[in-house]
């Protein structure tokens, strides 16, 4: 009786508690809680106290009750208390900061190693200070072994880190994206090469965003190709392109000048990386830390990059049921590399990115995305990111899709917007192996910058090294050439890329043109074949019939 006693008198004070004070509940529940002060006899008289009726009379005599039980332990009060307790919050090993008690900083909460395989996410507006956390982050699993992967599209991760982790022995590779060469055609040993063709080029309808009329071409020609030479490249694939023929009209047509325009774009571009028969074996690459430098690619060339990087990484790794964290791939601004505007159309697949996210984990592979936006990566992306690290928001959808996401009240929506506002240094943290978010206030952190010439020499070291894994493979059939080498002597003699044959197709003005001339049979098409006496049947016969380039066709001879 006692005890049911305590429990109504103690819910009658939480009731009359709230609709006296106007506090929120979670701030009043906490506030007594943290006092200890839920069954004290002494105070639920006090509130039941029938002969208190002024409003802030009450208000004033709680408070001061509240804070003089509470005394120090309440110097600090935020709504996202208590946070996790010391002995859990200590149990992992990457440091991200001091969780904030009741009583300001006080305990050192670390992520534990397995959890990192569930990916995590760092959002915050520009200048905040996320990327200095991700490298904060990465250095530490660096320095315990793992090998790491930056992807450093902003010139921002290789001084911090090669100024950090640049000597010893497992010194990062800096590889600049202009000395890569990767053969995107030469997947895994242990794995047929015509289901890794199929794959490739199911990939290219989320980069080059094909249509699947353009993907079935690559692929049927791809096919053909490896029929006859097993070491094709994407030269040849466009070489050989110029040789299909089709009707002029028609959905052929249509999907031959898509795939060109994006193969041609993308030789010209990245030729010096992809062009080639002969590439890196990225596989030689898992086992040591990397920083991949991007910088100067636009949006569509970043999301190729590191999508060709990611699906060798998937067939090469194995799937595992109890996964150990074997890498981990830092990946800067990325909502450049996936976003809502690349999210699956009603003729593509599903774009490669969410299945990254699902299936890297059982591969022992773990991300880490920083971004400013991260209201505009895709939902499935999001549901997969188990850690969160979040700074103050900047604009309502930002703080919309966190408070959703983080299942927020209002009070901790409040208090989240004005994070951060006096250089605090305070984020919201979600992990794993804890289900409410809590706060924690970062440490001071400071890097040593690699100097320029430092830089040089990382690059230097890293080509060498290169040069050892690159594979060894002979052409069997005589095609152009596609090596270093000869690559180097086209550019002394004044062209630097590869050259291809010029299309023997009519443009759609041109065929527009000789359609409307045939369907006016014997009539002259234009003042100028008047002159020459050339009728239209005689034109369209003539053009049709041709097949040398195109400007030929509109100048038949006498």
């Given amino acids: 009786m006692a005890f049911l006693k305590g429990m109504r008198r103690s819910e009658s004070f939480m009731k009359k508690g709230r609709t006296a004070m106007g506090i929120h509940d979670d701030y009043f529940e906490k506030l007594v809680r943290l006092a200890g002060m839920e069954d004290d006899p002494l105070f639920n008289e006090f509130v039941n106290n029938p002969l208190l009726r002024d409003k802030e009379e009450w208000r004033n005599r709680a408070l001061r009750m509240l804070k003089a039980e509470v005394g120090e332990r309440v110097r600090d009060y935020h709504p996202f208390l208590p946070g996790p307790p010391p002995e859990r919050a200590g149990a992992g090993s990457v440091a991200i900061g001091f969780v904030v008690t009741a009583i300001g900083p006080e305990f050192l909460y670390c992520l534990a190693r397995p959890d990192m395989t569930q990916h995590a996410l760092i959002a915050g507006p520009t200048g905040c200070g996320k990327t200095t956390l991700g490298l904060h982050l990465t250095i530490q699993l660096h320095e315990m072994g793992v090998p790491v992967w930056w992807f450093d599209t902003e010139d921002e991760v290789a001084p911090v880190a090669l100024g950090r982790c640049g000597s010893g022995e497992r010194a990062p590779l800096f590889i600049v ?100 028969a002969a590439g890196h074996d990225l596989s030689r690459l898992l086992e040591q830390s990397v920083i991949w430098q991007l910088r100067g690619l636009s949006d569509d060339h970043l999301a190729w990059c ?23 791939f830092y990946i800067d601004e990325a909502a450049r590399v996936c976003s809502i505007q690349r999210e699956t159309r009603t003729d593509t697949g599903e774009p490669f990115m969410y299945d990254m996210a699902r299936t890297l984990r059982k591969r022992g592979v773990g991300l880490i995305l920083c971004t400013q936006t991260p209201h505009l990566l895709p939902k499935p992306l999001l549901s997969n990111l188990g850690n969160r690290v979040i700074f103050r928001p900047t604009d309502g959808h930002y703080l919309r899709l966190i408070s959703d996401s983080l299942v927020l009240s209002g009070e901790q929506q409040e208090s989240l917007a004005r994070l951060g506002k006096h250089g ?63 690559r180097a ?34 009539l002259t098409a234009t003042v100028r074949d008047k002159r020459l006496n050339v009728s239209a049947g005689v034109f369209f016969s003539y053009a049709v019939q041709f097949t040398t380039p195109r400007r030929r066709c509109f100048f038949p001879a006498a």
């Fill in 489 to 522: 002597e086209g550019e002394k003699a004044g062209s630097g890329q590869r050259e291809h044959p010029e299309p023997q197709r009519l443009s759609k003005d041109e065929m527009d043109y000789v359609e409307n001339v045939a369907k006016q049979l014997f």
């Fill in 424 to 486: 605090s240094r305070r984020v919201i943290v979600r992990s794993v192996r804890e289900s409410k978010p809590f706060m924690v206030q970062l440490p001071e952190i400071s890097f040593r910058l690699a100097t320029p010439l430092e830089l040089a020499r990382h690059r230097e070291r890293s080509r060498a090294f290169l040069e050892t894994i690159r594979e060894k493979v002979e052409r069997p059939v005589p095609g152009p050439p596609v090596d270093d080498s000869a």
């Fill in 306 to 328: 590191f999508n060709h990087i990611l699906l060798p990484v998937s067939m090469c790794r194995s799937v595992h049921y109890d996964p150990a964290l074997l890498n981990v």
């Fill in 177 to 276: 994206h202009e000395d890569w060469r990767q053969s995107i055609f030469g997947g895994p040993k242990n794995l047929d090469p015509l289901q890794y063709i199929t794959r490739e080029t199911s990939l290219w309808r989320e980069t080059d965003h094909l249509r699947d009329g353009s993907v079935n071409l690559a692929r049927d020609i791809c096919f053909r190709l490896f029929r006859q030479n097993p070491h094709f490249t994407l030269g040849d694939v466009y070489d050989e392109l110029q040789r299909v023929k089709f009707r002029l009209r028609g959905r052929a047509a249509e999907y031959w000048e898509t795939l060109v325009n994006r193969l041609g774009e993308k030789l010209a571009c990245l030729g010096n990386v992809y062009d080639v």
